[in-house]
């Protein structure tokens, strides 16, 4: 006989997953940098306020052609072998400016999803761990970031739809902070420090309700990030 707390967890399950879905999940510890693909990028396993992980800088070479206000700014570490359209992802994360940053770095870091062949188009969510604790509220109100690039960067987004497509979040530069990343169809959800409800929702994703692609560690620049212990599981139709 099956123990009733079983039937419970099978009728969550239930509830929660789409009728017709089956879910398949998939780790990654990060404690090597097997199984990463860059794109300007570095990166290397380190230990990071005690926990194992990998660090993800800009490479030399991005660095040399920098061109500040694309797409071409962000590093990108894609993991290989891993198709994505709808399902939750989750990583721990940190992100600080480095020594060199300029005034504007935030600490940009995050995670991009339904990343295109191009590795120029995707859309992702980020954390600016420097306006967390800002002294100024608007800076603080920009903390959490959704973007789909390369059509929606957070300029455009912040100007034709204010406050829509960023959130405040309590933040604090270099710590680890565990986020999870919701998407079905056209709508994800971004939660942040284990919270029961998110801090951002967003009901357009701009890829559709039919996009699909890689999965990708995403940093902004001047940033030195951190991952480590991603779990993804996706949604698959029987």
Known sequence: MKRPELFVVIALLTVLRPAGTSAQDRSFSLETVSGLTMIRANAEPVTHEGRKGVRITMSEDALRTLQPGTEEENSLAVLQDLE?????????????PGAAAGEGARGFVGIA??????????????????????????????????????????????????????????????AWTKIKIEVRGEQARFYVHDQPQPTLIVNDVKSGAQGRGAIALWAGPGTVAHFRNVRVTTEVRR
């Open 113 to 174: 999803f339904r990343v295109q062949k191009d590795v120029k188009t995707y859309d992702a969510f980020y954390l600016r761990p420097t306006n967390g604790r800002a002294d100024d509220q608007v800076r603080r109100n920009h903390s959490a970031q959704y973007i789909a690039h390369p059509a929606w960067p957070w300029q455009r987004l912040r100007k034709e739809s204010p406050e829509k497509y960023e959130a405040y979040v309590d933040l604090v530069p270099g």
């Open 84 to 96: 994505f359209s709808n399902g939750v992802i989750e990583v721990e994360i940190a992100g600080a």
